[in-house]
Each structure stands twice: as C-alpha cells, then as structure tokens.
C-alpha cells in the first residue's frame, strides 16, 4: 500500500499537452545527454516513468530503458508511442517492484521522490533503487529544493507560477513536512479555472543523503541543473547522483 496519489486518466490524458515546454527536443537535451552517460553501454530503469516524457526519448537514443509507474492511465499513454518490447513498463509502486534484470542507471525525475509521502517510503526508494544497480550503478534523483526561505513568518503559502493561465502555490506543515502544490489552469476562453492539487513530502539534500547511505550507496556529484552547472546557496533544485559502491 503506498501512500502516493493515483494519476487519474483525465490528469494523464492532459499531462503531455501542459508539460509540453518541458518535453521538446531542446529543453530534454540537456538531461538525455546526462543519463545517457551515465548508463554508458548498460540497461536504464526510470522509477515513475510517467507518459514517458523522457524514457521514451532515451530510448530512441539507443539506451534500453525500462519502466515502473503506479498509474496505468499514464503508463497507457506511454503505450501509444513505444511497445512493450521497446520499452518494458511494470505496473506498481517504486518503492517494492522489482523488475528481472540489472541496471547501470535507475532516475527518478521531475520531482517525483517527493510523492512519496512517508520518510519510511522515500527509504525503501532508495533501497528499491540500489536493489537493481550493478556494482559502479548510479541512482539520479531530481529534486527542488524546499522553497522554505520564501515563506515569511506567520505565512503558509509560497506561489510559484503567477501567470495568465496558471496561477500555483505552494502550502506547507512545517511539522510534518508535507506541502501541496495548488494549481489553477485557464482551460478554455470562458475565464473558467481548473483547481488541482498535488501532496509531497519536501526533502532537503541532507536527507537524501543519509536516505542513500542507509541503502548502501555514495554521493558522487551534486549539480544544479543537468548542464552541470554548480550546486550553490540559491540553487533552486538539485541532481544529485548515488552510486553503488563497487566490491
Ligand atoms: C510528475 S510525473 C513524472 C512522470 C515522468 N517521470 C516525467 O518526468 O514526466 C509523476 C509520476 O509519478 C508516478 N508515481 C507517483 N507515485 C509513484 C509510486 N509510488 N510508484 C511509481 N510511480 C509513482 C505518477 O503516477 C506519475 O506518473
């Protein structure tokens, strides 16, 4: 039992058309390039694969790449651009499903650790991840990093995105160190807004190093975005590479 939301079939059938600026050629370049290198010559799992937006690309780039995704709705859409040949998808929670086989690279992107809503879970993630890496395997996670330093006393929201069609922000229990990410989307022409919502559990780089060394692996590099630019005091995000220690 996991403590992720489902993906429904309405949020799955519009993911790819609202993530579109994130899914072309150019803005996924930089990311496949970093994953392919790091999978070398060796197979590629990507937890929480979603529609696809960048398994199916790596792919088509050479790296065999298999998937693990909760939601059959978004795994369903991923099926209408690779076959199950090309590019295998198990149906279940990342933090327990095991696929046969052995990896030289497991990523978990676009902030998805942090729908993982317990401590415990994040820990078995971890672990799940380190169960399919080959010795010299590396586990990349990206990640924002928690946005607590725009939250004024005594305030509990932090916007994000203040724009003609999407107005979204953030709410946070700082004691249980939960947020959702509130979202209203214009859809049509009518000033009609669609209100949606997302919770996580926000993890501070820190954390998500003791969770790696609880599951046997190393922080090899911490970046602040997939060109490799340094991680720094203003980062907003990080990806950060674990690696499975040899011998
Ligand atoms: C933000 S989307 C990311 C999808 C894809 N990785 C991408 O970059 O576009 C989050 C995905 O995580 C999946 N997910 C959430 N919790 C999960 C879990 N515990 N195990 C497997 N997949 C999960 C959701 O169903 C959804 O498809």
Redesign the pocket.
């Known amino acids: 039992m996991?403590?992720?939301?489902?993906?429904s079939r309405e949020t799955?059938d519009r993911?790819d058309a609202e993530?579109a600026e994130?899914?072309s050629p150019a803005a996924l370049r930089p990311a496949l390039d970093f994953l392919a290198r790091l999978a070398g010559d060796g197979r590629a799992l990507?937890?929480?694969?979603?529609?696809?937006?960048?398994?199916v690309p790596l792919r088509e780039r050479g790296v065999p790449v298999t998937g693990?995704?909760?939601?059959e709705p978004?795994?369903d859409v991923l099926r209408t651009k690779a076959d199950e040949e090309t590019l295998p998808v198990v149906i279940?929670?990342?933090?327990t499903?095991v696929v046969p086989g052995e990896f030289t690279l497991v990523y978990?992107?676009?902030?998805?650790i942090a729908?993982?809503l317990t401590q415990d879970?994040q820990v078995a993630?971890f672990e799940n991840a380190a169960r399919h890496l080959v010795p010299g395997g590396r586990f990349v996670v990206e990640l924002n990093v928690p946005p607590l330093r725009f939250l004024p006393p005594g305030q509990i929201a932090v916007p994000f995105d203040v724009s003609d069609r999407h107005l979204g922000f953030d709410t946070f229990d700082l004691v249980d160190q939960q947020l959702v990410s509130h979202h209203f989307t214009r859809d049509g022409e009518d000033g009609r807004y669609r209100r949606g919502s997302c919770r996580q559990r926000y993890i501070w780089p820190a954390e998500l190093d003791l969770m790696a060394r609880i599951a046997g692996l190393e922080l090899e590099q911490r970046v602040a975005d997939w060109d490799g630019s340094p991680f720094t005091d203003d980062s907003p995000r990080h990806i950060s590479v674990w690696r499975k220690p040899v011998g």
């Not at 279940?92 to 933090?95: F, R």
């Open positions: 996991t403590s992720s939301e489902l993906w799955a993911y993530e994130n899914s990507e937890f929480a694969i979603g529609t696809g937006r960048v398994g693990i995704e909760l939601s978004m795994a279940g929670d990342m933090t499903t978990l992107v676009y902030n998805t729908n993982l879970e993630c």
